[in-house]
């Protein structure tokens, strides 16, 4: 069953205006989260992360924000570019788990020059 | 930095057979993690090496297996191969649990 839900299979967004993408989890006992974003052809790349003791982090356009009592998270990226056209994936764990982390299917955003 | 290889980058085989995906993580990292993408399905997660030891394991069949040698680099192994198993799978590695994971790009396999 999947623990990491986005619903969203795409999104398309004008350059320069907010991209905001969804991601919904299960599993109360997940304690950090993560953003990847991933090109055709290439693996995932980390873009950003938080744990369950923050509700925001920030890191330069991108912001995800964390509700846990409504066990949703979100990417906000801010202004959106070309360049940010890709698929995402949020993903989850909890801790003492290692690195086993669950993903969701993958939001492909494109960002309309 | 050189970052995490996969090897080989796309395979073909037929059904029945086995075949053994090699993954080479970045220098000093000691966790791999090995996971299927399949359409619809997202990355699946396959199971966890570190320091030679699985240490997590995803929910799959036995035919999936793994191994992770003393210099870090691990493969990952499928038996009697089905249909259902044409995939790409991604190799990760990180330094340490709840690391930041950097991916390989990936073996595409194939399976008539």
């Known amino acids: 069953d999947q623990q990491v839900k986005q619903n969203s299979p795409s999104l398309s967004v004008q350059e320069g205006r907010i991209s905001i993408l969804n991601c919904d989890y299960t599993n109360s006992m997940f304690d950090y989260f993560l953003w990847y974003k991933k090109y055709p052809a290439e693996g995932p790349t980390f873009l950003i992360s938080?744990?369950?003791?923050?509700d925001k982090n920030e890191d330069g356009r991108f912001t995800v924000f964390l509700n846990k009592s409504a066990k949703h998270l979100s990417l906000h990226i801010v202004p959106s570019q070309p360049g940010d056209s890709a698929v995402y994936f949020c993903a989850a764990s909890e801790k003492n788990t290692g690195n086993q982390f669950y993903f969701g299917t993958g939001t492909s955003l494109t960002v309309i020059p | 930095k050189a970052g995490v290889t996969q090897t080989p980058r796309y395979l073909i085989k037929t059904r029945g057979q086995q075949v053994t995906l090699s993954c080479s993580p970045i220098?000093?990292?000691?966790?791999v993690s090995w996971y299927q993408q399949t359409p619809g399905q997202g990355l699946q997660f396959l199971f966890e090496y570190f320091s030679e030891t699985q240490r997590n394991k995803g929910n799959f069949p036995g035919r999936f297996s793994g191994r992770q040698f003393s210099n870090s680099r691990s493969e990952m192994n499928v038996s009697t191969l089905e249909l259902g198993d044409s995939a790409l799978y991604l190799c990760a590695s990180s330094l340490a649990a709840l690391n930041e994971q950097f991916f390989g790009p990936g073996t595409r396999l194939t399976v008539l």
């Open positions: 938080i744990s369950s003791i923050k």
């Open positions: 220098s000093g990292h000691r966790s």
